[in-house]
């Protein structure tokens, strides 16, 4: 099974801050990487998709980057509504398989 | 408008069984694969389980294999997951999900919650 390390576990940082979240496979995954946003009590909701397309709807202030083993979700100008936990999934093999999280907070 | 809402859920007893449903709604379900994913309490979350739109292949995680069996009925656009021997480490939310080819999980349902207690 493909490993994704999610890091860092937590964050916490101030309204307009920008920050990154960083994934890491165990072997290239090709681009087949999902980014998803998970606020209290809700089901997690699609941010980036093939590691940096913006899904529809989604605020441009979101993005993400990387290739082979290497991903990174950004959050520029970061706004209240941010806070939520961040999950990273690849879906380049079964099983597919998540980030174990990391949790926003504003400072 | 994708909706899908899954029921079922509740309070078991380690050993015992439960069947979960999810009904879809907005698109052809017949024509997609559909997946479970769980999600422990303050937890990662934990893909389980697919089913192909036809329900001509099922693959399942490790975790779960031999216990949980994924089903639909193209009828009905209803998915299940019919689980047994449940175990505390079973404790989740379990969400139903549709996976978008490329795009991943861009549909999701609220979720039911499962707790194994004695």
């Known amino acids: 099974d493909i490993q994704m390390t999610q890091s860092p576990a937590s964050l916490s940082a101030s309204l307009g801050e920008t920050v990154t979240i960083e994934c890491r496979a165990s072997e290239d995954i090709y681009n087949g990487l999902a980014w998803y946003q998970q606020k209290p009590g809700k089901s997690p909701q699609l941010l980036i998709y093939n590691a940096n397309s913006l899904h529809t709807g989604v605020p441009s202030r979101f993005s993400g980057s990387g290739s082979g083993t290497q991903y990174s979700l950004k959050i520029n100008s970061l706004q209240s509504e941010d806070v939520a936990s961040y999950f990273c999934?690849?879906?380049?093999?079964?099983?597919?398989?998540f980030g174990s999280g990391t949790k926003l907070e504003i400072k | 408008e994708v909706q899908l809402v899954e029921s079922g859920g509740g309070l078991v007893k380690p050993g015992s069984s439960l069947k979960l449903s999810c009904v879809a709604s907005g698109f052809t379900f017949s024509s997609y694969g559909m997946h479970w994913i769980r999600q422990a309490p303050k937890k990662g979350l934990e893909w389980i389980a697919l089913i192909y739109y036809d329900s001509s292949n099922k693959y399942y995680a490790d975790s779960v294999k031999g216990r949980f069996t994924i089903s639909r009925d193209n009828s009905k656009n209803t998915l299940y997951l019919e689980m047994n021997s449940l175990r505390s480490e079973d404790t989740a939310m379990y969400y139903c999900?549709?996976?978008?080819?490329?795009?991943?999980?861009?549909?999701w349902g609220q979720g039911t919650l499962v707790t194994v207690s004695s």
């Open positions: 999934q690849q879906y380049y093999d079964y099983p597919f398989t």
């Open positions: 999900a549709k996976y978008v080819t490329a795009h991943g999980f861009a549909y």
